[in-house]
């Protein structure tokens, strides 16, 4: 059964960092391309950021460049997004999700196979 679990959400205050983790299992994930999205109260899930199945591309969103950084681990078949300097409008469910793509994409359509989800709520 092919599945993508999440982990590292959490509460954290402006100015804060978390780490994302997402861990694939009934699948080999060095063939797929990563991307992770999120999704806030009232508004359209939106691509943060992605990683090729190498890893030797990536791409982020506006507003996430500079603060967020995709990076995986084929050999624990995980991929990670480290988030800092976190601000409150980052507050979202936050998903990855795989693709056979060999280009990665921030379209949620191009994707197959999605998580549950994690949610980062940034609060004071």
């Known amino acids: 059964q092919l599945q993508l679990v999440e982990s590292g959400g959490g509460l954290v205050q402006p100015g804060g960092s978390l780490r994302l983790s997402c861990v694939a299992s009934?699948?080999?994930?060095?063939?797929?391309?990563i991307g992770w999205f999120r999704q806030a109260p009232g508004k359209e899930r939106e691509g943060v950021s992605c990683?090729?199945?190498?890893?030797?591309?990536?791409n982020y969103a506006d507003s996430v460049k500079g603060r967020f950084t995709i990076s995986r681990d084929n050999a624990k078949n995980t991929v990670y997004l480290q988030m800092n300097s976190l601000k409150p409008e980052d507050t979202a469910v936050y998903y990855c999700?795989?693709?056979?793509?060999?280009?990665?994409?921030?379209?949620?359509?191009?994707?197959?196979?999605w998580g549950q989800g994690t949610q980062v709520t940034v609060s004071s």
């Open positions: 009934g699948f080999t994930l060095h063939y797929y391309a």
């Open positions: 990683i090729s199945n190498s890893g030797g591309s990536t």
């Open positions: 999700a795989a693709t056979l793509f060999g280009v990665a994409t921030m379209l949620a359509g191009d994707y197959a196979y």
